[in-house]
Structures are given as structure tokens and as C-alpha cells.
């Protein structure tokens, strides 16, 4: 009896642990084929999300803000549809903004992004789920996701099984590759995001708005947020931080173990290559005309050598890497290691205010500049409600919510609107932000803007990194 | 009080019969061996008996009317397996008081009747145990209180001997016949062994291949069997083929007269048989049917002893007395006395056949 | 054990048996003991270590306990904007709709494998094993299509559904064995005691797989209860349970929020683990000395 007891305990035993195993790697198993891809883009996105004042203080402070700014908005926006009528024309379905507001009376926008930031989940359902009911009567239902590219995945199977409406997806928080697949299978919605009536303030002109990763936008995506690249470093130990590759090779050689950059293809550990191609580059233009294989042996050498070179003196020693910007934020909270970086230029301050980084943490930006980019929301074309996610992204674009989105003490977001196109007393609220010890002033970062590099470079920059200096 | 009746019953599996053409009168209070190797359909008779499973052919009859179309929970046929005997989750007292239970018996009576069961099984006071802190002998007498606490119509064993040592046996034997002829239960149970069956029935019905080979009293499966292949099973050794003619049997060693005792086989090829014990060794030839033989082995056995002869083409077995001495190839006369022959129908391809 | 009214029955045999039992008792008590320290090592301690998080404001290296404390993840985490408690019932309700349909389907292929042999039963086992093997994102994506033709997406049947795929071998493979050492002989003597095929299962099968059929369940509960991209897929997004709340928190966000949104989403499972572990303990002859523990 015990014997055969014993017998099941085991195998019960077995089946446990099977199934704890099963319950704990599963979801993250299943995901890696699919994910894989998109992972750069969700860092980008992940990264921009953080900007955020993080104690409760200052989330109490915002209503008043609002209250003042609901005030402001009726004129300015009234103003800007008046404005705008025309340009709808390219918009398919609707006429008119009035078409689709009427159109979007009454209705659910299903708006699918990623779900991991608890402080950006919370602005969206106020500052704009809040706002679109209460104005539009549009019901946002915010579904978030561990990853965009579950979202793609949703169209792209919906589009397989013939759904042409009435999809489940009505809006993505895209850039990069996951808007590239969308786009090149020709499941979006539009072109529209240059119809909608707050376009105006977006300057379509910038290359680093109307090309998303080197991929043209077309009216497909319309801007939401924007990302800079910043260095980050512990001023209690770095009193003057090196503001050139030189001066950062000097540094790593005196003060060996404290300096190292995430492994590509973590998105920043990528960024930092891309930043020494550009550095290496006698003219970083060459980088927005597609890959070319030519350009690309002449400038890679100087790159491969000077990485080479600081490896012995990184952080263990350069035999091995940080593999995502997580623990290399989590070794210069531990003051392992004295610099860090960062995509989104506020992230650093937040990161202060939430506990994470010791108060002696600074950015700064190269002399040659850093790289920016922005993130996007996108409609697809079997989308139930293309109205209502016309409607949300229309109003993520309005000043009123973009002064909301860029105050550190309710957002604290980079801007993808064009400031000139705002009033001056808008301007100035936007300037009378405190954003935060460790951020850079928006003119600073503005001056050192660089623009990615064209899509097809990335790849070829990692596998050169991996094969010439991983590998080496 | 209950006689049950097989009438031509049979059950198939796709084109094999697994019982064929069964006919069978049990009388009420009876107790029934059903006999046979393993696979010779016993189990299965005693599966449609209960109803848990249904005849292809044929008719059960409990009393006279046909039980085909009654459920097996309505039956009132316990079935007690050999094995897994108890409810494993119950106290042995709910084990015995599971089918008054179900038939709706209020706790108290339930209760008294289950004591009494116990009393009678020897198990009083092990009523809040469970089945695994029991023996084998233990369980298998709760297993039998169990059944025979509802009074069923018919009881009917799964080889009930089978899993007990030999002492075992002898107690369990002595129990479930006292308490059946007590309660006048008819019962049935199967079984390969024919020792078991000996002991325990007053009539055994033997199969082989799914059809019932005889029926008797156990004695006559010693004395009068039908066949060689029921002979045999029934240990039996000295088997000497011949043919027939009245009341002589003319074989490979010699003629022999028969009595008029034996079976009516008819004239023509038959196998002649004699009990061991009924033999007599001679070293003279002229007593009774006596034939020559040759010794191959003597063994001293202590009541007698055991001697194995070559006897024409085959080899018989004697029992001599323990005076006897004898050393192989000494040349003897086997006496097969006319009352003790019996003679066999030649069943010899069936034989074969097992 | 030895009954001197007993007649028959020498002592010798009981005796070796009791003395079996003994030395078998003592060796569950060294599992059981080990079993433990392996549950406080690997159950307890995390757990401590998840709470302390959840409360933790600045934790740095190599800090034993966080520097300070708040409750702003807590705050976060019962907020509508999580949506916790919303997908918490979404969760409970798609984990229980697919325990009820794997037991339905299960149930007679577990009762089959493990009671009888058949022709091509390997077959069936490996077929059955499949969704193991095969991650069932690959068969999901593949539903996905024919149920978003059947409006079958983003409802609660239809996810649960998918959930099936991982769940339904764990549930085979446990009730096969508990029925492997079920003897369906028990179930005939009871008919033949009076027990209509209902009681029988009521009284006599029931009991004897309950605690198999708990652990069966728990699993499949459990699976369900940790689905993230089948979910994602079939639920269209729109469907939102626990884990699609809590993984986008992991690895790269507020591991204050992840804390405190995991304690909730283990907090069921944890629940129904020390609820059953003592009906598991009782009378149990599948479990042995397992839920004793």
C-alpha cells in the first residue's frame, strides 16, 4: 500500500513540477518566435513610457492643471477645426471631421499598446479615456499588452481569416518595424493622420516625424510621443562626464570596470553602436540612404577597433555584457558601474523620484549630438472604429493635452508637435516646467537631435558588433 | 429461496462465442461450482448471471421468469471478486452495510444488521477500520458479510479460494458453506481450481471453450468422467486407447471385460481408465485383467507407493502397497478390476486441441 | 492487527506487514519533512521576498530590506486602471469553464488509457502528449483563424477552448494514472449490491479518484490561470485576464507593481492549494502521505 503510494507521490511530484514549469516558462516560451522581431521597437516605446512623476504628490497636483487647461481648449480647438475642414479630403469613409465625429458618437475605441508602465496606463485612462467620453462620448478601452507585437499578430491573423471589418483592433502604440510589417501588407487604415484637424501642429516637413525608422509614414501613423538618447552618469563619482568617444575611451582606460552598454539587440546597447557609426562617420547622412555594404566596411573598422580597444577595461572585464537596459540600469543603481544611458531624457529624474537611482545621477549629451525618434498610434484597416481612434489621436495631438503630456508633474513626455504652431502663453507653460535634476532643458536636447539611421543599417551594425567585437 | 435456470445461453465477441449453448439447472440453495480452465467462458456466465453483461443468445431465469431485462442493481445477484474486494474509502462497517444502504434501510437497523454479519463472519469490533488494515483472510470474509447482509436471491463467487494461503482456505471454506446452508443462499462460483471446486460445491459444472463438458457431483468427475479431456483436468493419469465390443475392450496390451456399470458408449474406439488406487501389481499373469507391463519407476510415498508402468503405448500410474518393492524393467501384471474400469468416450483431437 | 478471535489467520504474515509499514511510515516522514523545507525554500521565501517588494520604494543593492517603503504599487494595483480586478474575474471565470470542459472531454479518454489496452493506445498517448511538446502559441494561431470565423474570439468559451490545448494532456495524464489503479471491479460489486450507475459513481468512484480528480483539476486550473498568449490571441485583446496585466510589468517595469500584481495572481492558486491539501490528506489512496505534508 505505501509502497504503491510512494509510487504516485513521485509521479504527482513530477507532474508539479512539470506544470509549475510549464506554468512559469510557458507564456514566455510561446512568445519568442513572434516577439523577436518587434523587440526593438517595444523598447523604444517601453523606454519613452517612464517619463512620469512617480509620487503621489505631484499625480494629487494634476487635476487643478486640468481644470485650468479645459478652460483654455474650447477656443484653440474650435479654431482648428474651422481650420482643417479641407484637408480631409484623402481620409477614406469620412468627408468631413464632423462625419466623424458623428460616426464616432456613442462607441468603443479598442486602443491595444503596451501595458507595463502603471503611471502611463493611468494617464491614458485619465488624461485621455477620461477626456474623449466626456467630450466625444467615445469609451476608450485601453488593452494592454506585454508586447506590440501581439497586436500585429491579431491583425495580421484576422486579415488571414478574411476579417475586412469589424476587427478587434481599432488602434496600435506602434514605430518601427512592427508599423514596417503593418504597412508593407497593406492592412492600414488611411492615409489620414495628416487630415485630422490637429496635424496642423505636427510638422510633417521633420524627417524624424513623417519617417518612422527610415520607413516613410504616408498618413498612416499619426506622432503621439518623442525619444532622445541621453547618457546617464552617477555625478557623485564622474564629476565632469566625457562629452566625446575620445575623452569616453580615456576615461574607460583610467577607471577600469565601471563603464559598459547593454549587449545588442537590446535596443540602447544598439543605439550605442549606431551613436559610434555616426561618430565615425565623417558625414552621418550617409546612414539615411539604405544599407550599403561599400559605406558600410569603410567606417566599421574605426568602430570595431575602438570598441576592441575599451573591452578589457568595461565592467567584468568585457566578457560579458549587460543584456538589457534593465540591468544596466540596475548596475548603476548599485553604483556597479558610473554611466547608464537612456532613450527617454526624463526616464533618468523619474527613476530618482520612484527609488531606483540614487539623487547624484545627471544626463548629458554628446558634442556630436544623439539620436531621437518618435513613437506613433496607427489604425488598421479592418479597424470596427477608425473614427473613434481618429477622434483619440486627434486629441493626443491638441495642446491642451500635449502641455498635460510634456508637465513632468502629470506626464512629462518629449513632444512630437511643433511648438510654433502654439500660442505664446502655451509656450510659455511649456517652458515653466520643472522637469526633473537629472533632465536636460528642451533647447539643449533639440540642438543635439540626430536622426535615425535608415532601417536597413541596424542589422547590419548588430551582426557586426556580435561577429567583430562580441565574438572577437 | 431462489433456483436459477441457463437456458441456451451464450454470449459473442465478433464471430468467437466465449459461451455457447449453456444449459444449466441450479436448485434453490444449491451450491454450484462453474469449472474450467482460464478462458473457458466461466467468468463471463457468471458476468450475464448478474446482468453486467447481457447474453447474445439465451435466457437467464431466476424462479421460473426470465431476468434478462432487469437491471444488475435489481437483481439482487451479488457479485464478490477475487480481488480489490473492499470499497477502499469505507470503514468495513460501511463496506457491509453499503447494500442495505442503497436499498434504502434506515441507519439503526442497518447498524444491527451489520454487527450481527460481523458476529457471524468472526470480525466483531473491526467495524471503524479500513480495508488496507486487514488481512486477506480478513477482507475476504468482510467481503462475504458484505454480500450476504442483503440476502441476495443468488450469491455468486469470483474465484473465492484463490487468493489465500492453505490454511486460509480450509477456514474460509468451512465459513462460506456454514453461512450459505444457514441462509439456504443459492450460490455460484467459478473457478480453475478442481480442488477448490471439490471442496466447496455440490455440483460442479466443468467447461472447456465455452460448452459445458458435465455436470455432477464431484465424485463423479473421479469416477464416472465423461471424457479423457475432463479426466485429465481432474488429474487423472492412466488413459489406454482400444475399441470396443460389448463388453470387451480389445487394446494394445491385451483384452479386457468390462462391467455393465460403465457408460453406453457404443462399440468402436474408446479410451479405458482406472483410478490408481483401484489397481492391483501381480507378478503372475491370469487374475483379472491382468496386463502385461513393464516397470519404469517405483516411489516409496509413505501411505503407498507410487509406481509408473509401461502399459502398451502408454504409461499408468499404480498405487501399491508400501510393502511393495520394485525395481524399473521388473516385469508385472496390472489387474484392472471389471467394477473400477471406466470407460471413456475418445476425445482425442479435443484433447490435442488444449 | 492480530485478533486472537481471529481463528485462522497465523500472526506471522500480519506482522511482517505491520513492521513494512512502520519502515515505510518512517520514510514518509523524512519526505515529508524534506518536502517541507522544500516548500518554505521555494514557496515561502519568494513570497516574503515579493511582498517586501510590493511595499518597497528605494531597494538598492546590497540592501537586505528596501530603504524605503510606500504603498504606491498597492494603490496602483486595486485601481480600475489596472484593470486587476476586472481581469481577476475574467480569469476565474475562463479557468473554470476550462476545468469543467477538460473534465468532460478528459474524464472518458483518461478512464480509457488508463483501464484498458487497445490497439494504436501508444498512438493516442503521443497524440495526446502533442500539445507538450508543440508550444501551443503554433496552435493557436492556427484557431485563431477558424474561431474568429465561428465569432468565437474574444469570448470566454472560446478561450477557454484554447486553454484546453496545454491543459487537457495534464489532465489525461494524471487521471489515466489515478484510473490505472482504479479497479472498475469495485464499480460491479456495487451494482450488484444495489447501487444504480449513478449511486456507484456517487458512492464508490468518486470517492475512490477524488483526490486524483482535485490534483487533475488543480493543474488544469492552474494552466489556465497562467495562459498569456493563447489568451492575447482568442481574446483579441479585448478579453483581459490576470497574466495579460501582470507580464507587461515584468522584466522591464515597475517591479513594485509586478510584486504586488503577482501576490494577486498567485494568491487563488495558493488559496485552493492549502484548501484541498487537506481533503487531498484524507483518505486518500491516491495522494499516500502527500497531502498529509
Known sequence: MIARNRKHFSVLLLFTVLALVAAACGSDEDSTPATAAATQATTTTAAMAEEAPTTTEAMEEAPATTEAMEEEAPTTTEAMEQEMMGTMADVPMYDTWDDVLAAADGTTVNWHMWGGNENLNSWVDTYIGDVVKERYNVTLNRVPLGDTVEAVNLVLNEHQAGVTEGGSVDMIWINGDNFKTLKEADLLFGPWSEGIPNAAHVNWDDPSISYDFGVSVDGLESPWGSAQMVFVYNSAFVPEPPRTFEALAEWVHANPGLFTYPAPPDFHGLSFVKHMFYWAADDYSVFQQPFDQAVFDSIAPKVWEYMNDIEPDLWRGGDTYPTSIGALQDLLANSEVYFGMSLNPRRPSTLINNGTYPDTIRTWVLDTGTLTNKNYVTIPKNASNPAGAMIVANHILSTENQLIQANPEQWGWGLPTDTSTWTQEERDILNSYDRGVATLPFDVLAAAGLPEPHASWPTQMEAGWIENVLEA | MTDVSLVHLGRAFGDKWAVKDLNLEIASGEMVALLGPSGCGKTTTLRMITGLARPTTGDVLFDGSSVVEVPTERRGAVLIFQQHLLFPTMTVAQNVGFGLKMAGMGKDEINRRVEEMLERVELSGFGTRKAHQLSGGQQQRVALARGLVTHPKVLLLDEPLANLDANLRITMRHLIRSIQRDLGITAIFVTHDQEEAVMLADRIALMFDGTLQQVGRPDEFYRHPRTAGIASFFRSQNFLPGTRHGDVVSTGAGDLAVGHNVADTGDGPVVVTARPETLTLSNRAGGENGLPATVTSAIYMGTHTQVFVQLAETTWTVHAPPSVTLNPGDQVFVELPKEHIWILEDDSAAQDGR | ?293
Not at chain 3, 64 to 83: C, F, K, N
Not at chain 3, 203 to 210: C, D, E, H, M
Open chain 3, 1 to 293: 492487527m492480530t485478533s486472537t478471535s481471529t481463528p485462522g489467520p497465523a500472526p506471522g504474515p500480519d506482522q511482517a506487514v505491520s513492521e513494512r509499514r512502520l519502515a515505510g511510515r518512517r520514510q514518509i516522514n523524512w519526505l515529508r519533512w524534506a518536502t517541507v523545507t522544500v516548500i518554505v525554500v521555494s514557496v515561502v521565501l519568494p513570497g516574503v521576498s515579493l511582498l517586501l517588494r510590493s511595499f518597497a520604494f528605494r531597494w538598492h543593492y546590497p540592501d537586505v530590506l528596501p530603504g524605503e517603503w510606500g504603498l504606491d504599487a498597492w494603490a496602483y494595483t486595486i485601481d480600475d486602471t489596472s484593470r486587476v480586478f476586472e481581469s481577476l474575474g475574467n480569469s476565474l471565470r475562463i479557468a473554470l469553464l476550462t476545468t469543467t470542459l477538460a473534465l468532460l472531454v478528459g474524464m472518458p479518454a483518461a478512464r480509457a488509457l488508463g483501464q484498458h489496452q487497445f490497439r494504436g493506445k501508444r498512438m493516442v498517448e503521443w497524440i495526446l502528449m502533442m500539445p507538450i511538446i508543440v508550444p501551443s502559441l503554433v496552435a493557436a494561431m492556427g484557431i485563431h483563424i477558424v474561431f474568429i470565423r465561428l465569432g468565437l474570439t474574444a469570448t470566454v468559451l472560446g478561450v477557454s477552448l484554447v486553454h484546453l490545448i496545454p491543459a487537457t494532456p495534464y489532465f489525461v495524464l494524471v487521471m489515466s494514472s489515478v484510473f490505472a489503479n482504479y479497479s472498475p471491479a469495485l464499480e460491479e460489486t456495487a451494482r450488484t449490491l444495489g447501487a444504480s450507475k449513478i449511486r456507484v459513481f456517487r458512492y464508490v468512484t468518486l470517492p475512490a479518484i477524488s483526490s486524483g480528480l482535485l490534483v487533475a483539476c488543480l493543474f488544469t486550473f492552474l494552466i489556465s490561470w497562467s495562459q498569456y498568449v493563447t489568451t492575447v490571441l482568442i481574446g483579441s485583446g479585448i478579453l483581459i485576464t490576470l497574466p495579460m496585466v501582470l507580464f507587461p510589468f515584468l522584466g522591464q517595469g515597475n517591479a513594485a507593481v509586478a510584486a504586488s500584481i503577482t501576490l494577486i495572481f498567485v494568491a487563488p492558486a495558493v488559496m485552493v492549494l492549502i484548501l484541498t491539501s487537506r481533503s487531498l490528506g484524507r483518505g486518500s489512496t491516491v495522494m499516500g502521505g502527500f497531502g498529509k505534508v
